[in-house]
Each structure stands twice: as C-alpha cells, then as structure tokens.
C-alpha cells in the first residue's frame, strides 16, 4: 500500500467529520465560483455592447438609466428628443458615426429598435437569412431573438407597447400595423442578438397610426414631418479624442439633452455591483476558512485517537518524513478534492441560473465555460488544505515510538 492510498483510506475512516468538511469547502469553492463566472461574464457583455460607442445622447434624466436602455437595452429610457435638435452631430467634424434608436415597442420579450444599417454594421452582424429592409415595416431578427419567437422569413408579427414577457402580455398590441421579417442574422455574442431591428421610419409609423394614448379612444392626427420627428437616443463614435472634451459639454449645454459616457457608467455600474459581489465573494472565502479549520480540527484529533497506529508504524519501518507525508497528503487531498467538488457545482449552480434568469432576456450567463482564474481557486484551496494539515503532520513527525508504545494509547 502506498502512502497515496493509505492517506486516502484514512480520511474515509473518518467518515463523517471529513465529508461535512469536504461539503464546507465545496460549498465555499462554489460560491466563489459562481461569482468568479458571473462577474466574468457580465464585465465582456458589457465591454462587447459598448465597443465602439463613446457616447450616449438623449433625454435629460439619469445617465445611467439613457446607457442601460440605449446601449445594453436592459432598462426604460429616459425619453425622446427631436430629432432636429440632435442633427448637427451627425455632420459634425469631430464625430464619426452617429446612430439613431428609436425604441418604444417589443415583441415576445425582445425590443423593436429603429435604426439605420449602419448599427447592424457596427456590431458585425451578418445575415443568416433573408436580407436588410428596403421598405418601412420590415424587420431583420437578432439570432437570439429570431430562435426564441420561432418567427422566421416571410412571418408577420405586431410590436406590442413597452418592454413585454414573452407572450407578449401586458401591452398595447399595434395589430393593424405589422412588421414583416426579411431577416436572420448569425450570432454575433452582442446585444444584436436580442434585437428585432426596423428602419427608423417603421416606429415612427406604427406610433403616428395609433398614438400613445391607449386608455381611450384614437383620434388620428398628422405626422409631424422633418426635425419634429423623435427619436430615443444617438450613439456617437468619435472621429478624433478631440470629441471626448467638446462634445458632451456642447450636448449639455442644450436644453432638455444629456450625454452620457459609456465608460464612466459602465464603471460606476459595475462599482456598484461590486459592493454586493465582494460581500458574497467573502461569505465564500469565510466558508473555505471554516472548511480549513475544520480540516485542521479533524486531523489534529485523528493524529490523537491513531498516535499508537502511528508509533506502531514507526516499528514496522515507516520513517518520520513518511508520517509528515502521510499527514501532509491527507490535508491536500481532503482540499482537493473539495476545490474539485466545489469547482463543479459552481458551474452546475452558475448554468441553472442562467436557465432560471433567461425569461428575462436580459442577462446571458452559462457555466458551461472554464476560466483561467479557477486553476489559481484550485492551487489555493489545495494551499489552504496544506497549512490546515501543518501542525498535524509535525505531531506526526515527532511521535516518540517508545513512550507511545509502553502507554499502549
């Protein structure tokens, strides 16, 4: 027998007390996990959205609110503005691009942007099937959104008042203004994917026919024409850095506008999520420490209990440095396998809560990806298993074989 498995045959002899360890860390392990998986992921979906975009411009209100809707869609938008007031910056000499949204409308859950082809561009996307729209009413589907809706080239649907579920419950139905799908595009592991995308006029259109007032009954009136029209935000790409000092004062400095930067508030989003995250991150690391004093209590009161198996195994020729091995292994193995146990239930936990929160369209995470960052969880809680078997082993190292063995204990 090998002291690999001799070590292992011990920690099974203890039943019990190493499994409820080996379950404490796992648990620890876990939760660190998770939380290593679902910081990973949100902090590349929302550096993927806003690649690209240096500012955000629309309605006067919460900065953060204008970035969460018009960039990552995922919050109400703070208004519209007329689309005269933000025309400027599309000739601008500092400005690249300008994009505009207009948002308002949904279906099955996933929001109607108007826009031009120039944000599908930005994003990379390319069609699957089908192809852009050439006429107002006809709508191009992200790969996520065109797989959830079952709708596919040639289906007609009506967009529904506000952010809906997804049996478009809860809204206004535009039923005599239907779009009709031209368009697939393949996943391109952006924002794009949860889209249903109309050219600009389509929105307008649909709002124009029916109004915004649902409590009551329509009255038809004409379409505003020309700078009237509104929008809902302008995404902005910079020509030269130039833009990044003049712009979003010139922006501000109009009435009822705001410009908002999307890493300024992605940052300040992100610290603020990080104040939960870090309080959750130490309950796991406050478990991985209780796991290891555990560990180090069980061994400590197994080396007292066995001292005469080990004097006796002294007698029969084991030396010392195989006693602190013995000891030692125990330790990391209990760890390892508890980081590896830990290390798998993480992933489980993190891709069923992905599954639980996929209704909402909104947060795509999985767990069935692997980070760097967990060999160094596995090297540490292998580590905290070493230290936590330390002062056992060196008990072990030193036991007297004589005066054990004369006590008979």
Known sequence: MNMLTLSWASIRHQG????????????GIATVTVLLLFSQQL??????DAQGIDLV?????????LILSSLYHIDMPTGNIPLGQVRWLKDHPLVEKAMPLALGDSYGGFRIVGTEPEYIRHYGGTLRLGRLWEHTMEAVLGAQAAARTGLAVGDSFAGVHGITSADNSGGHVHGDRPYTVVGVMEPTGTVLDRLILAPVESVWLVHDHDG???????KHSHAPAGDEREITALLVQYRSPLGAVSLPRMVNSRPTLQAAAPARETTRLL??????LDALRLFGWLLVFAAALGVFIALYNALQQNRYDYALMRSLGASRQQLLIHTLLQGILLALTGAVVGLLLGHVAAELLGQAFAHTRQLAITGWIWLPQELWLLALAVGVGLIAAVIPAIQAYRTDIATTLNRGE
């Open 271 to 276: 610290s603020m999520l990080g104040i939960g």
């Open 43 to 48: 902090e590349q979906r929302l550096s993927r």
């Open 212 to 218: 915004h007032d649902h409590e009551r009954d329509h």
């Open 57 to 65: 411009v629309g309605s006067s209100g919460s900065p953060l609110q």
């Open 16 to 27: 019990l007390t190493m499994l409820l360890n080996l379950l404490l860390l796992a648990l």
